[in-house]
């Protein structure tokens, strides 16, 4: 093939650090044993509701930490302390020099340090999550600016999705992909307030299912990049394809349909590529789904599977053992797949005993045996994300000397040396003080500046009602938008699988956290608000503009401590270049912290000139 | 009952903000959801909140609060029985 080359991306070194164990394999052991530590509090952080949660306890992490920090174990919080022990552990299976330029950071984290918006004793900007990756980062002597992957529960399968993007076009050797999560008054409040928890052990895909469990831990994956296969370790995770797509249905409710589940897992399955055969479907060991144990969840899951014909395949969920580990579930949810894998093993799912999902799958609920060497990994979340991932593993050597005949997805097949040509058709900057436009000011603020962004939904003329329930970011990323799209003629009426949203900033949802930090501040005043809360992950602005626009590509958020348009340039033509099928990207920087608005938008087309020309374009910076 | 009505249509537009509208805009014997007023599954969890915070009405899910939210005189009526503050 001319411009390509053949490569894989493969794990190294990966660790897991949760109530159960403080390995990789320690988790596995204790999984077999049918070993959980979810358990029910009363008032676990002083909530005034009980729930069952399985909690990674302080002293072990602290024990652990000492061994390999010489300094106090206060200088790093919980959830920083977790992400480092498992990094470790990683990145010494995998015997790599951590502080070299060639190796990048990814952290998956939806909440990282929230909890410190109640009382914070570090410095001021220690609940960003950025700041908790540059001190992971600098742990290991890292030069490089760590990525935070914070796409709710997806993030971790959307973390190694940027890390093979990273190893693929970004020009590092390593990426280190560490998933952390611990719990708080905060993050269990929130989703009690959604009555999405249940008080007892959950039962994913069961039919008296009644909501999940959440759990703390932290897991850490190497992944590699070679284009020559003998260097593959035997029983190696190799990442395949991965996908990430959107509902563009609602912020909190899964699709009914699973439309777009299916369309990642098609992409996956199938590659886009609809000329090259599918992966064999008898290679495939099991499915390990997300399988909260919400009603809607596994229903939508099920509906996915299904409808991808995939229903005689094996379905398990972890949830039972670990809880939802929110941005560490799926790293976490990976590794343990991988040692069931290597083990022959299809993991039960523990809780589930009558499986009654929306459609029928093959729900595994006892341990069994597998010969097969592939699995895919599910998971979806807030903001209408969900994503899938194809792993496989290295088995005696047999995985390369397939590769050159099974034609699976896009991920490891081919390196793209030619860039597309991307052209700007809009851009959108929204400040404090003034929207321009392509170029030129449509608005300047001349009233107060917390009446500021609906002043601009009023001078646009733009009639969507939902704009006033949004948190601050939201409104800012709707607006900019809404302009970006203006006067521009696309199809709006039916979801476009080849538009995505891929948004940045440095504060996440920090101002919107901030509002609700007060619903639930005061024990006489204790109100925690869902409408609040659902703002509080970052990437639902993602999701606000893909219902808003129909966009059902992919929508990811990234978080930087600062601005970079080379940062930005970089992972936009990364997502290009990963995701064949697309045309367009709403892209940008959109930040709202302490009541500073700074977005920075654009609408960017690869070069179909489905939108406009070159003269059209200058009529659209006219307007 | 009829205070009680526009009490609630106030404190409704407000949680849920309903912005431009204004209690005449609501008819308490329509239904909230589906048509309407275009609320979805965070608004009834919003309104269960607000029964709570305002009427110190505790509901224990969503199922429940489906009956109760059938309308706004129905919301009323439920209130007007049940309140603890």
């Known amino acids: 093939m001319k411009n390509t080359r053949k490569y894989m991306i493969f794990s190294i070194g990966d660790s897991i650090i949760s109530p159960l164990a403080m390995t990789s394999n320690g988790n596995f052991e204790a999984v077999m044993r049918g070993e959980s530590r979810l358990q029910y509090y009363e008032h676990a952080f002083g909530l005034p509701e009980p729930c069952f949660i399985s909690l990674l306890e302080d002293e072990r992490i602290d024990r652990a930490f000492e061994t390999i920090y010489d300094y106090s174990v206060k200088d790093y919080t919980k959830v920083e302390k977790a992400a480092i022990l498992a990094a470790h552990q990683a990145i010494a299976e995998a015997n790599i020099a951590a502080d ?102 959950c039962k994913p895909f069961d039919g008296s299912r009644c909501g999940l469990n959440l759990g703390e831990a932290a897991a850490a994956i190497v992944y590699t990049i070679d284009d020559d296969h003998t260097h593959i370790p035997d029983n190696a995770l190799i990442l395949r394809a991965g996908a990430i797509n959107n509902d563009a249905n609602h912020i909190s409710g899964p699709s009914r349909t699973g439309e777009g589940l299916l369309r990642a897992i098609n992409k996956v399955w199938a590659g ?45 969920s972890l949830k039972g053992y670990f809880g939802h580990t929110l941005g560490a579930a799926g790293v976490l949810e990976t590794i343990m797949a991988h040692q069931a894998i290597k083990n022959h093993t299809i993991i039960g799912t523990k809780g589930t005993d009558n499986p009654a999902p929306a459609s029928p799958i093959n729900v595994a609920t006892e341990t069994t045996t597998t010969d097969g060497n592939a699995f895919m990994k599910l998971i979806s979340g807030f903001g209408g994300s969900n994503a899938a991932i194809l792993m496989e593993i290295n088995r005696n050597g047999e995985t390369h000397n397939s590769v050159e005949t099974v034609h699976a997805p896009s991920l490891q097949q081919t390196k793209i040396t030619e860039k597309p040509i991307i052209s700007v058709i809009s851009q959108c900057d ?119 626009h129909k966009i059902g590509g992919e929508s990811s958020f990234y978080v930087l401590p600062t601005f970079s348009p080379e940062q930005m340039e970089k992972m936009v033509s990364q997502c290009f270049a990963a995701n064949p099928e697309l045309t367009h990207i709403i892209c940008g920087w959109a930040d709202y912290d302490e009541g500073k608005c700074d977005v920075k938008m654009q609408l960017l087309e690869k070069n179909v000139g489905t939108l406009c020309s070159a003269s059209q374009k200058n009529e659209i910076i006219k307007n | ?64 609060g489906k009956e109760i939210f059938k309308s706004v005189r129905v919301m009323a009526e439920y209130i007007k029985e049940h309140r603890t503050k």
């Not at chain 1, 990048?104 to 908790?132: M, Q």
């Not at chain 1, 399988?291 to 509906?303: H, I, K, P, R, W």
């Open chain 1, 430 to 548: 929204i400040t404090d003080d003034s929207v321009v436009l392509n170029g030129q000011t449509i608005l300047t603020r001349t009233g107060q500046t917390d009446t500021w962004l609906a002043d601009i939904y009023r001078h646009i003329g733009m009639a969507y009602p939902k704009f006033f329930k949004m948190d601050n970011l939201c409104k800012a990323g709707t607006l900019a938008a809404e302009l970006l799209l203006r006067n521009l003629d696309f199809d709006r009426e039916s979801v476009k699988p080849d538009w995505a949203v891929v948004l940045m900033n440095s504060a996440s949802s920090l101002d919107d956290d901030r509002h609700y930090q007060t619903t639930i501040q005061d024990a006489d005043n204790y109100y925690p608000s869902p409408a609040v809360f659902v703002y509080t992950l970052a990437n639902i602005i993602t999701g606000e503009i893909a219902i808003r």
């Open chain 1, 100 to 201: 070299r330029d060639d190796v990048i950071f990814i952290l998956s984290t939806t909440k990282g340090n929230v909890d410190l918006l109640e009382s914070n004793p570090y410095e001021p900007e220690r609940p960003y999550l950025w700041r908790s990756a540059q001190l992971i980062a600098e742990f290991f002597g890292n030069p490089n600016t760590p990525i935070v992957v914070s796409n709710a529960c997806i993030s971790g399968c959307a973390a190694q999705i940027a890390a093979a993007n990273q190893l693929r076009y970004g020009g590092y050797k390593y990426a280190v992909v560490i998933g952390a999560e611990t719990l708080s008054k905060f993050v269990i409040s929130g989703f009690q307030s959604f009555k999405a928890l249940s008080k007892e052990r």
């Open chain 2, 1 to 64: 009952m009829e205070e009680l009505i526009l009490e609630l249509k106030k404190e409704i537009i407000d949680v849920l903000n309903l912005e431009g509208m204004t209690p005449a805009d609501i008819d308490e014997n329509a239904p909230l959801f589906g048509e309407g007023l275009g609320l979805d599954s965070i608004d009834a969890l919003e309104l269960i909140v607000l029964m709570e915070k305002n009427y110190g009405i505790k509901l224990a899910n969503a199922n429940e």
């Open chain 1, 272 to 316: 886009f590529d609809k000329t090259r055969p599918a992966f064999d479907t008898s290679r495939l060991a099991f499915i390990n789904a997300h399988g909260t144990a919400t009603l809607y969840n596994d229903d939508m899951e099920s509906v996915s599977i299904s409808r991808a014909n995939l229903q005689h395949v094996p379905v398990n």
